[in-house]
């Protein structure tokens, strides 16, 4: 098991930033991709972002690229989803997940997830 705890979330004006936190305890956080989904109400859960273990390679879905930052801190067993420039199509629950292995980009692969931090953003 792999808990994760999402944190950072709230109520932002377009335009503004949030950073998203997700904390892992436990010792494995290193052997896993990690990655953050979305969903809004009356949709299906969507990739946003991962990370990869080793390389440090990143990825993103087209609507947040140039805006979203992920980024992962080993030391803390924490990884990040910078947000800027929000618009209020990104409203939705933000959940991380951990992979250990599989396509970072489909969410039927990952092992762990979150309980969701819910992030709106206002006109």
């Known amino acids: 098991q792999v808990p994760l705890l999402e944190s950072g979330g709230g109520l932002v004006q377009a335009g503004g930033s949030l950073r998203l936190s997700c904390a892992a305890s436990g010792g494995t956080f290193s052997t896993y991709d990690m990655g953050w989904f979305r969903q809004s109400p009356g949709k299906e859960r969507v990739f946003v972002a991962a990370v990869s273990r080793n390389t440090g390679n990143t990825y993103y879905a087209d609507s947040v690229k140039g805006r979203f930052t992920i980024s992962r801190d080993f030391a803390k067993n924490t990884v990040y989803l910078q947000m800027n420039s929000l618009k209020p199509e990104d409203t939705a629950v933000y959940y991380c997940?951990?992979?250990?292995?599989?396509?970072?980009?489909?969410?039927?692969?990952?092992?762990?997830w979150g309980q969701g931090t819910q992030v709106t953003v206002s006109s």
């Open positions: 997940a951990a992979l250990l292995a599989g396509n970072p980009l489909d969410l039927d692969d990952y092992d762990y």
